[in-house]
């Protein structure tokens, strides 16, 4: 749900990169140290940058393996897009109910596909 989460929030900016990462959006410290260390070409550190590349391939491997067990399904333009499956809200739905939350925290989850 994170990555769809992103896919939403940045659109057609590589929103994998930005689910691999995720943790740098926890302060500005850590976005700031990213966006030097790996971003920016001109100050970027190597073994910083092979290891958010590391992130990034592990992260498209870990979503590769939610679509083909059918929690997530494909949609959008190319691979970035998609929704839950019926058989992850039901999933999520059981979670919900097995752990006392409110129904309502299952409400306003979005399941939509990209387009």
Known sequence: ??????????????????????????????????????????????????????LYNNTKTYLNRAVESGILIRGGTGNIG??????SKEILEKYIQITNQDKKVFEPIKYEERK
């Open 1 to 54: 749900m994170k990555h769809l989460a992103f896919v939403d929030f940045f659109k057609d900016n590589d929103p994998l990169k930005w689910t691999s990462v995720a943790p740098i959006f926890d302060d500005f410290e850590s976005y700031d140290k990213f966006m030097d260390n790996v971003v920016n070409k001109e100050t970027r550190v190597k073994a910083d940058y092979d290891f958010s590349k590391k």
């Open 82 to 87: 998609g929704k839950l499956s019926d058989k």
